[in-house]
């Protein structure tokens, strides 16, 4: 539907006419975001390094005798003064900046005129300002969490897992010189390195032998990456997803198991009852008297509950002279 028409004020008779319909808000613009590559969280990065207060302490202390110098030059010539506090300074910032500090967990490698020199620290050292660079390397255990993976096992069972990666740097010069990312450049090889090893499992195996899987992966990050100045300390897989349909029938199958055990237990038990029977029928068949005894235990088991009446339609003695007779005829006949 159309719009109130707006016309702006002070506006000529050949402007044109706006209406409400034409007015758009303005979208605010997003804020950038730090694109980080496929797969992989950067979350732990932190490369502050600690506080060097030893060079601008040196700074001052030299600044403090360069005016001090300036003042007595000031006396008999204050343009010559001016002049030498300005080089005194300029003096005094690069040579305080010679001095450097870096941390017990820190390596700096340092390169002259582009090439490499060295590697100091942890501590003071010293640097030639202007011709020296370096860059400050963390030689802690540092971690990168690989997210999640769609892999196929060796049964074509596709699974999601994702993992945390633990290393270090033991070397700082071929970390710097012989790759130009190393964090990015270990972590790629650890998401194609699960995908390889997990590939040759099948799915039975990569439940029942995680820690297995899990070094083995290691090793072959290690393997390929050991020469980058780099220590793989551990790869640790944080969850195993599958599809809803195989997690049924999985639980289908420890379902039926379990009642797979449950019956083998009963048909054991059974076993061995039939067995206990079969013993005891036979020591009562050769004690005289026995099975008289366990009649009168099973009347007297019955016997406590008024509602209950036993009747014995064949006196015991009766069965056992049946018994008799029928051992006596097996006896005569030939």
Same mark, same amino acid.
């Given at each position: 539907?159309?719009?109130?028409?707006?016309?702006? #004020?002070? #506006?000529?008779? @050949?402007?044109?006419?706006?209406s409400r319909d034409d007015v758009r808000p303005t979208p605010s613009p997003k804020p950038p975001t730090r694109e980080e590559p496929s797969g992989v969280d950067f979350t732990n990065v932190s490369d502050t390094p600690m506080i060097n207060y030893i060079s601008p302490l040196i700074f001052i202390v030299l600044l403090l005798g360069g005016v001090a110098v300036a003042a007595q030059i000031q006396v008999r010539d204050a343009p010559a003064a001016l002049a030498v506090l300005i080089?005194?300074?300029?003096?005094?910032?690069? @040579?305080?900046? #010679?001095?450097?500090l870096a941390a017990e967990w820190e390596r700096a490698v340092i390169f002259r005129f582009g090439k490499f020199r060295r590697v100091k620290g942890?501590?003071?050292? /010293?640097?030639?300002?202007?011709?020296?660079? /370096?860059r400050r390397i963390d030689t802690r255990v540092q971690t990168i969490q690989i997210a999640r993976q769609q892999v196929i096992t060796k049964d074509n069972v596709p699974?999601?897992?994702? #993992?945390?990666?633990?290393?270090?740097?033991?070397?700082?010069s071929d970390a710097v010189i012989k790759v130009q990312d190393f964090r990015f450049a270990i972590s790629q090889y650890a998401r194609t390195s699960l995908r390889d090893v997990i590939g040759q499992m099948t799915l039975d195996q990569l439940l029942a032998e995680r820690e297995q899987i899990e070094s083995a992966i290691a090793r072959h990050v290690e393997r390929d990456t050991g020469t980058w100045g780099l220590e793989v300390v551990g790869i640790r897989m944080e969850d195993i997803d599958m599809p809803e349909e195989l997690k049924k029938m999985m639980s289908r199958q420890a379902s039926a198991e379990r009642e797979k055990r449950a019956n083998i237990t009963k048909a054991e038990g059974d076993k061995e009852a039939a067995v206990n029977l079969a013993a005891a029928a036979r020591t009562m068949s050769e004690s005289p008297g026995a099975m008289h005894l366990r009649t009168l235990q099973t009347i007297d088991g019955l016997g406590p509950s008024a509602s209950n009446t036993v009747v014995l339609a064949v006196p015991v003695e009766m069965m056992e002279i049946i018994t008799s007779l029928k051992e006596a005829l097996r006896a005569r006949t030939p």
């Open positions: 539907m159309g719009g109130v028409p707006l016309v702006p #004020a002070g #506006a000529s008779g @050949g402007s044109r006419v706006v080089i005194w300074t300029v003096l005094d910032a690069v @040579g305080a900046s #010679a001095v450097r942890p501590g003071l050292f /010293l640097i030639v300002p202007l011709v020296d660079q /370096l699974v999601s897992i994702d #993992a945390v990666l633990f290393f270090k740097v033991v070397s700082a």
